[in-house]
């Protein structure tokens, strides 16, 4: 049988970091844990036209900094920073009172974004467009943002067929077991009405890529609000 791993999780020690960066004591762990889950599920839902790639929470003595790696800042921030000041007081109650400082890290090639690619087709395949139309359109528009290659994998009743099936493009090269190798992995559902469709995605990035991207994830205070 075929056992698969996390591409993400499989480069941890060398490329990637862990998205939740704190350390609890046995008491505190299940608590801090279930409070990570509440904040990513909330902004993930009240942003779901922002394009947000991935939540990085981080926790001092009696704070908590959550910094959102978005394609669309000007959606997060709002008009005069009025939804930032919003998700402040909404995200201090979810964290248990604790001060909460809100952090916008804007994705400058969100092609090649795997998460914001597999969320695209997800959204395709709502709107009722054929799924083989989505899939190959957007593996033709990663490789030209610069991607070494993509992959890309539909799973479900597809086309609105009676029998669940499993559909797949590639293009390029995807050495999932180079552990050097800059492979970005992301997880989308559509939700049709023939019922769930899982899409998923892989993209091998150029090296010069990952180091912007390392660049750009630092926070930026400019854009910041404390509650």
């Known amino acids: 049988m075929g056992q698969k791993v996390h591409p993400i999780v499989f480069r ?3 490329q990637r970091d862990w998205r939740s960066r704190w350390f609890a004591s046995r008491k505190d762990f299940a608590d801090f844990l279930y409070s990570d889950y509440q904040i990513r599920e909330h902004l993930k839902g009240k942003l779901k036209s922002a394009a947000v790639s991935k939540i990085v929470i981080e926790r001092a003595w009696n ?3 959550v910094t959102i790696f978005t394609a ?4 997060v921030i709002g008009r005069k920073g009025s939804e930032i000041e919003k998700m402040t007081q909404e995200l201090s109650g979810l964290a248990g009172g604790k001060q909460v400082k809100i952090d916008i890290v804007e994705i400058k090639r969100p092609d090649l974004d795997a998460q914001l690619v597999a969320e695209n087709v997800a959204a395709q395949l709502e709107r009722r467009i054929s799924f083989r139309r ?3 359109k957007v593996v033709q528009v990663t490789m030209e943002a610069g991607a070494l290659g ?3 994998r539909c799973a479900g009743r597809l086309g609105g067929a009676e029998i669940a099936r499993t ?8 050495p999932l077991h180079t552990m050097r190798t800059p492979i970005d992995y992301g997880f989308a559902e559509a939700n049709t009405t ?3 469709i899982g899409i998923k995605c892989w993209i091998c990035k150029p090296e010069e890529k990952l180091e912007e991207e390392a660049e750009s994830s630092k926070p ?3 854009v910041s609000a404390a509650a």
Not at 167 to 174: A, S, T
């Open 134 to 136: 989505a899939m190959k």
């Open 72 to 75: 669309r800042p000007g959606v």
């Open 12 to 14: 941890m020690p060398i």
């Open 150 to 152: 993509v992959k890309i």
């Open 220 to 222: 930026k205070p400019e």
């Open 194 to 196: 023939a019922g769930k």
């Open 167 to 174: 559909e797949w493009y590639r293009e390029g090269k995807i």
């Open 63 to 65: 704070s908590v900094r």
